[in-house]
DNA sequence: GAAGGTTGCGTGCACACGCACACAAAGCTA
DNA sequence: TAGCTTTGTGTGCGTGTGCACGCAACCTTC
């Protein structure tokens, strides 16, 4: 097994930033999606579409997801097949553009986002409680801002 | 196109902390990952093997590579075999254990890996120069070491 | 209205990944 | 030694993803 430290000593500050940033993503969104898979047989990428169509007073168009999502516009197209496949999702054609779809969850899928949004509190809970202060989270959400607020870091290869 | 806002209204600061931090971490690995592709021909995967066995003095066992990094340990095997195929590691019987493989860069790999590090560096400098500043920076690598603290956080399934 | 370019959505293909399994070698017990 | 368990490594298989492409609808210009 290794040695306690898990980074090269020649890591600068920016480095670790980096790192950490990309590791604790990583981590993190793992753990949700096993435990939304475990329990509510719901990848998280679907949960996603899911979180962004709950927030929504409006049926929301495909492209739009895909650019506010991290998933490609390909991905979105196919997770939104599945969730229309067990019903969550409906697609509703746009009534002045024939070539958009808008995209609303149904009754079940409010249903079964709230049940898996509990769990995804609970597993952050379990991570952060005792281990992140309010400070740090503060950190967090303002790191955030600023990233999101650049287009060089915004932007993606979509498909 | 979507609205400026790209959150839910209804998100708390964990929420925030949590999307944040697996949306940043998503975008930079892709930003590097594409970087690396592009001008090395080289997938991240790839790129952290190398990182970690460049810190390395003794060639390093396939299964610590699995345990310290984000790859899982059949990944590690087959990121190994690629690495192999082009000379830049080379895989060493361990003298105590016929089972255990260690693995070491090669003359090509340690060059290779410069030049890719390179790249890397470039890319954190466009997206962080001017955005974050040495508090932002102090802080998440404050984070990530609490985070890396808590074997909850740390344990990945890995094949 | 016709022609050329753009946009929105979906899909075939190739590839990467995790899981389950197989196999060999080591350790442990009697 | 024999037998069982554990550990280190590699691989077949199914799934999910991005890329490149196709198609249809829209828009602009003439």
């Given at each position: 097994m290794a040695q306690n430290n898990l980074t090269p000593g020649d890591f600068t500050p920016r480095d670790h930033a980096f790192y950490g940033l990309v590791w604790a993503g990583s981590t993190l969104s793992a753990r949700v999606d096993q435990a939304l898979a475990r329990?509510?047989?719901?990848?998280l990428s679907w949960f996603e579409v899911m979180l962004w169509l709950r927030a929504q007073k409006e049926p929301v168009a495909a492209s739009e997801l895909g650019a506010v999502t991290l998933l490609s516009r390909s991905q979105v197209s196919r997770v939104v097949d599945s969730l229309q496949t067990r019903g969550l999702v409906e697609r509703i054609p746009s009534p002045t553009d024939a070539r958009s779809v808008r995209i609303a969850l149904t009754e079940a899928g409010h249903r079964a986002f709230e049940e898996a949004d509990a769990t995804r509190r609970e597993v952050l809970a379990e991570v952060f409680d005792d281990l992140l202060d309010d400070a740090d989270i503060a950190a967090l959400a303002g790191i955030w801002a600023k990233l999101k607020s650049r287009p060089a870091a915004r932007d993606r290869l979509k498909g």
């Amino acid at each position: 097994m290794a040695q306690n430290n898990l980074t090269p000593g020649d890591f600068t500050p920016r480095d670790h930033a980096f790192y950490g940033l990309v590791w604790a993503g990583s981590t993190l969104s793992a753990r949700v999606d096993q435990a939304l898979a475990r329990r509510h047989d719901l990848p998280l990428s679907w949960f996603e579409v899911m979180l962004w169509l709950r927030a929504q007073k409006e049926p929301v168009a495909a492209s739009e997801l895909g650019a506010v999502t991290l998933l490609s516009r390909s991905q979105v197209s196919r997770v939104v097949d599945s969730l229309q496949t067990r019903g969550l999702v409906e697609r509703i054609p746009s009534p002045t553009d024939a070539r958009s779809v808008r995209i609303a969850l149904t009754e079940a899928g409010h249903r079964a986002f709230e049940e898996a949004d509990a769990t995804r509190r609970e597993v952050l809970a379990e991570v952060f409680d005792d281990l992140l202060d309010d400070a740090d989270i503060a950190a967090l959400a303002g790191i955030w801002a600023k990233l999101k607020s650049r287009p060089a870091a915004r932007d993606r290869l979509k498909g």
